[in-house]
């Protein structure tokens, strides 16, 4: 089954998942009728519910279900559908407080419905998540405290919206519905005992070793692991997986890091280069050699396999490692095809991996375009960021023919698809990895 077809039909399921629950309460008995307002808002509300819950499937790991689009793809989804979602759940009490003014009256202490009080808990919790989502660096709010809190605030607003509905339970007038939205909670508490215990249950089985630390130029540090007491797992160039370092696999807190290494590596030795960011990226070049890690993956969409005359690498920084993987794994199979490397850094000492990029060169059929944002004056290359411009300097037409790679900040990804779509390059013919999930 194609990618494409694939990608079809997991958003069917995805939509039944949605809107069948809410279909499913006009079935069989039906409460008294009431106003238009009054049955959208219990709509809304229904909907905002359905997908919260399912949220938790989205952050599962599935590959079957990420593979398609990639992991990043998913959890840009899952942060943009999220925010969906509490507009949703912000709608529904706005619409009844409209149609029903009389809502507004404060009650005595004591008569507030256990419906009134959980729903306005779950939206408070909602709003809370969203602002650390949205503001976590401005709020510098690390991010292990973050995840943690972040998991915590989604409970607490699913649970108390279940406990709304209940309480109100207008809709629940037979067995059938019961029975609906039991399934969908069992269901979601399925999908977060699986995230939470049995995938750490089985990482911790398959642990990894730290068999060298290597130190790169532009403050990156090469993490080497090897498979301890198994085989490991194969990758494809361009992929990535979540790391746990400090702690074992029931750590909440693993971070994404794209493969350096090649893929054809036949012990499952798998390499990571991480730049010193802040935070947990701040410790990699403590981790001693011979300790105990943990390496969830492969993920990711964002590797090279379809049919092109040449492979065009548009890295940026930090978004190196990924293209290094290709490139090494080009080399190692003897592919004769020309890749062309389109590298921004900030100066000439800043550039990781400078020195093994250019033996690379006498393995592959590789051209390297450096291009510096601050360089020093004696500098003779491309100078600035990335353009349309400088891509129609180096590329040869017709440029549609050519496969894309994109990785880097995320202003400059954007700059770069749109250079590509003005040189007329049709989206099917670029892949575009934003290592930032949160």
């Given at each position: 089954?194609?990618y494409t077809?694939?990608s079809?039909?997991?958003?069917?399921?995805?939509?039944?998942?949605?809107l069948?629950?809410l279909?499913?309460?006009l079935?069989?008995s039906?409460?008294?009728?009431?106003?238009?307002?009054?049955?959208?808002?219990?709509?809304?509300g229904?909907?905002?519910?359905?997908?919260?819950?399912?949220?938790f499937?989205?952050?599962?790991?599935?590959?079957?279900v990420?593979?398609p689009?990639?992991?990043?793809v998913i959890?840009?989804?899952?942060r943009?559908?999220s925010l969906?979602?509490?507009?949703?759940a912000?709608?529904?009490?706005?619409i009844?407080?409209v149609?029903q003014?009389?809502l507004?009256?404060?009650?005595q202490?004591g008569?507030?419905?256990?419906?009134?009080?959980?729903?306005?808990?779950?939206?408070?919790?909602?709003?809370v998540?969203v602002?650390?989502?949205?503001?976590?660096?401005?709020?510098?709010?690390?991010y292990?405290?973050w995840h943690?809190?972040?998991?915590?605030?989604?409970?607490v607003?699913?649970?108390?919206?279940?406990?709304?509905?209940?309480g109100?339970?207008f809709?629940l007038?037979?067995?059938?519905k019961?029975?609906?939205w039991?399934?969908l909670t069992?269901?979601w508490?399925?999908?977060?005992?699986y995230?939470r215990i049995?995938?750490?249950l089985?990482?911790?089985?398959?642990?990894?070793r730290?068999?060298?630390i290597?130190?790169?130029?532009?403050?990156?540090v090469?993490?080497?692991?090897?498979?301890d007491g198994?085989?490991g797992?194969?990758?494809k160039?361009?992929?990535?997986g979540?790391?746990?370092?400090?702690?074992?696999?029931?750590?909440?807190?693993?971070h994404?890091f794209?493969?350096?290494?090649?893929?054809?590596?036949?012990d499952?030795t798998?390499?990571?280069?991480?730049?010193n960011?802040?935070?947990?990226?701040?410790?990699?070049?403590?981790?001693p050699?011979?300790?105990r890690?943990?390496?969830?993956?492969?993920?990711g969409?964002f590797t090279i396999g379809?049919?092109?005359?040449m492979?065009?690498?548009?890295?940026g920084?930090?978004?190196i490692?990924p293209?290094?993987?290709?490139?090494?794994?080009?080399?190692?199979?003897?592919?004769?095809?020309?890749v062309?490397?389109l590298y921004?850094?900030k100066?000439?000492d800043?550039i990781?991996?400078?020195?093994?990029?250019?033996?690379?060169?006498?393995?592959l059929?590789?051209?390297?375009v450096?291009?510096?944002s601050?360089?020093s004056a004696?500098?003779?290359g491309?100078?600035?960021?990335?353009?349309?411009?400088?891509?129609?300097?180096?590329?040869?037409?017709p440029?549609?023919?050519h496969?894309?790679?994109i990785?880097g900040?995320?202003?400059?990804m954007d700059?770069?698809?749109?250079a590509?779509?003005?040189?007329?390059?049709?989206?099917?013919?670029?892949?575009?990895e934003?290592y930032?999930?949160?």
């Amino acid at each position: 089954m194609t990618y494409t077809a694939r990608s079809i039909i997991w958003i069917i399921v995805y939509l039944l998942f949605i809107l069948l629950p809410l279909f499913a309460l006009l079935l069989g008995s039906l409460p008294p009728a009431r106003d238009f307002w009054t049955e959208f808002s219990a709509a809304v509300g229904y909907s905002a519910l359905a997908i919260m819950g399912l949220q938790f499937g989205l952050t599962a790991r599935f590959r079957f279900v990420t593979e398609p689009w990639g992991e990043d793809v998913i959890y840009h989804f899952h942060r943009q559908i999220s925010l969906f979602a509490v507009a949703l759940a912000l709608v529904h009490p706005a619409i009844m407080l409209v149609v029903q003014p009389h809502l507004l009256a404060l009650p005595q202490y004591g008569e507030v419905p256990l419906g009134a009080v959980s729903a306005f808990l779950s939206v408070i919790a909602l709003v809370v998540l969203v602002v650390t989502a949205l503001w976590r660096a401005r709020l510098k709010i690390s991010y292990e405290l973050w995840h943690y809190s972040h998991i915590a605030l989604a409970l607490v607003a699913v649970a108390g919206a279940l406990v709304h509905m209940v309480g109100w339970s207008f809709y629940l007038t037979d067995s059938l519905k019961w029975a609906l939205w039991v399934g969908l909670t069992i269901f979601w508490i399925a999908l977060l005992f699986y995230i939470r215990i049995v995938k750490p249950l089985f990482l911790l089985r398959r642990p990894y070793r730290v068999t060298e630390i290597r130190k790169e130029r532009g403050e990156t540090v090469t993490l080497v692991m090897q498979p301890d007491g198994h085989d490991g797992f194969r990758f494809k160039p361009g992929q990535f997986g979540w790391l746990t370092v400090w702690g074992n696999p029931f750590k909440i807190t693993a971070h994404p890091f794209s493969f350096s290494s090649s893929a054809q590596t036949a012990d499952g030795t798998v390499a990571m280069s991480i730049r010193n960011l802040g935070d947990f990226t701040s410790g990699i070049s403590n981790v001693p050699v011979g300790k105990r890690i943990y390496l969830d993956g492969p993920y990711g969409a964002f590797t090279i396999g379809d049919p092109a005359d040449m492979h065009v690498l548009i890295a940026g920084g930090v978004g190196i490692t990924p293209m290094m993987s290709m490139i090494r794994t080009l080399a190692d199979v003897g592919d004769k095809r020309p890749v062309m490397l389109l590298y921004g850094s900030k100066d000439w000492d800043s550039i990781t991996f400078r020195e093994e990029l250019e033996d690379l060169k006498v393995r592959l059929d590789l051209t390297i375009v450096h291009v510096l944002s601050d360089p020093s004056a004696d500098w003779a290359g491309e100078r600035g960021f990335i353009s349309a411009d400088l891509l129609a300097r180096h590329l040869t037409r017709p440029y549609a023919d050519h496969e894309y790679f994109i990785c880097g900040p995320g202003p400059m990804m954007d700059a770069v698809e749109k250079a590509l779509a003005d040189l007329g390059v049709p989206m099917s013919k670029y892949h575009s990895e934003r290592y930032s999930f949160v």
